[in-house]
């Protein structure tokens, strides 16, 4: 039964008397059995498909904590800077509190639908002229100035939300998966993932922890490089990040897991969301495909053991980016409203 984060695992969270129910029913999604590409990769392949979450993407899992202790901490109102996603949800989490809230984008760098839902959903939106890494210092800034709560994944209750997946994961599978693959834009929900596994551990739910792979976009890979990137670029624009605020504690993620860090061309990933689609029949957007880019690499390259059980996350709902898909497919033949141009079209 979907009943929301804050009901389903409040007794791991920290919630107080006076933290307020908040829930739009986030939470509880799919693990959804990929058979056709686990066939073809030789891996018991399930997809954790986060875009069904009320917002389309996995940030309601955070969310819906931060708005709850923000407005249990009597904040005036919440502020973010995001790729898309995360303000989608604060504004829709804020909407639901009643509580006013500001977003800054980075001007022209957003998806069509993540916008619409800000905007739709009541939050301010502000279009900032610099990159994401900009505009979350400025969201620091004005929330320090203010006294609004910062909804970014900064703030501590976004990460513990998080670590619900992990928690679903494996009340699902009854153990952890052999491998968890999933984008890194941030980082903090591979940090996140992390510490919901190794609660589970200390709980004594769990023999071993999955195998971290944290994917990137060539154009945005501070964590393969080394190094942060003053101007990324990349078709995932929710991965679209040259200076992650998580990145310690990824790192630690992925050594402490005997895991590692890839990036994939844009190429890839389009490729990736359409065989995804196209062969299994779940659309998710291109940040979230980075992780089957990344397995149909390792397959060809011969470094993909087979019979793993490995969970991919899908981040987000394709249908926030209809664009990037629709820029890669043919587009529909037009043809007369008669049977005999459908008997042509189709050979019939
Ligand atoms: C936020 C987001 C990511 C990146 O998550 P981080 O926690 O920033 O690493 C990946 N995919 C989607 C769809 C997202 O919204």
């Known amino acids: ?9 409040g007794k791991y969270l920290p919630l107080t008397a006076d933290t307020p ?3 739009l029913c986030e939470g509880d999604t799919p693990l959804v059995p990929v058979c056709n590409l686990g066939r073809e990769l030789s891996v018991n392949l399930f997809a954790k498909y986060e875009g069904l979450n009320p917002t389309g993407s996995f940030k309601d899992r955070g969310m819906v904590l931060a708005v709850a202790k923000a407005l249990e901490e009597g904040a005036r109102a919440v502020i973010c800077a995001s790729t898309g996603n995360t303000s989608a949800s604060a504004a829709a989490y804020a909407a639901a509190a009643g509580m006013p809230c500001f977003v800054l984008l980075p001007a022209g760098a957003v998806a069509l639908g993540k916008l619409a ?3 739709i959903y009541g939050a301010r939106v502000l279009a900032v002229r610099g990159n994401f890494d900009r505009a979350l210092e400025m969201a620091r800034e004005g929330a320090a100035r203010a006294g609004y709560a910062i909804v970014n994944s900064v703030n501590p209750y976004r990460l513990l939300g998080q670590r619900s997946a992990a928690w679903e994961i494996c009340d699902e599978l009854g153990r952890a998966p052999d491998w968890l693959v999933l984008p890194v834009g941030n980082a903090g929900n591979i940090s996140a ?10 709980l004594g739910l769990l023999k071993s922890l999955p195998r971290f792979i944290g994917v990137q976009a060539d154009g945005a890979a501070p964590l393969v490089r080394g190094a942060e990137v003053d101007d990324p670029q990349t078709v995932a624009t929710a991965i679209r990040i040259g ?3 998580s990145a310690r504690t990824a790192r630690r993620a992925v050594e402490m897991t005997d895991g590692r860090f890839m990036s994939v061309s844009d190429d890839e990933i389009m490729d990736a969301q359409r065989e995804l689609a196209s062969s299994d029949g779940l659309f998710a957007e291109p940040a979230s495909c980075a992780p089957l880019a990344a397995l149909l ?5 011969g470094e993909l053991p087979k019979g793993l059980t490995v969970v991919m996350v899908l981040t987000g709902n394709g249908l ?5 898909a629709r820029s890669r497919v043919r587009p529909p033949e037009e043809i007369d409203g008669t049977f005999e141009a459908l008997s ?5």
Do not use: N, T, W
């Open 243 to 245: 200076r992650p605020v």
């Open 297 to 301: 690499r390792l397959k060809r390259e």
């Open 1 to 9: 039964m979907k009943k929301g984060i804050l009901r389903a695992y």
């Open 21 to 23: 129910a908040l829930s």
């Open 193 to 202: 993932y992390c510490a919901g596994f190794e609660f589970y551990s200390e």
């Open 117 to 119: 839902q800000a905007m």
């Open 320 to 324: 926030k980016d209809p664009d990037s």
């Open 344 to 348: 042509e079209a189709l050979g019939l």
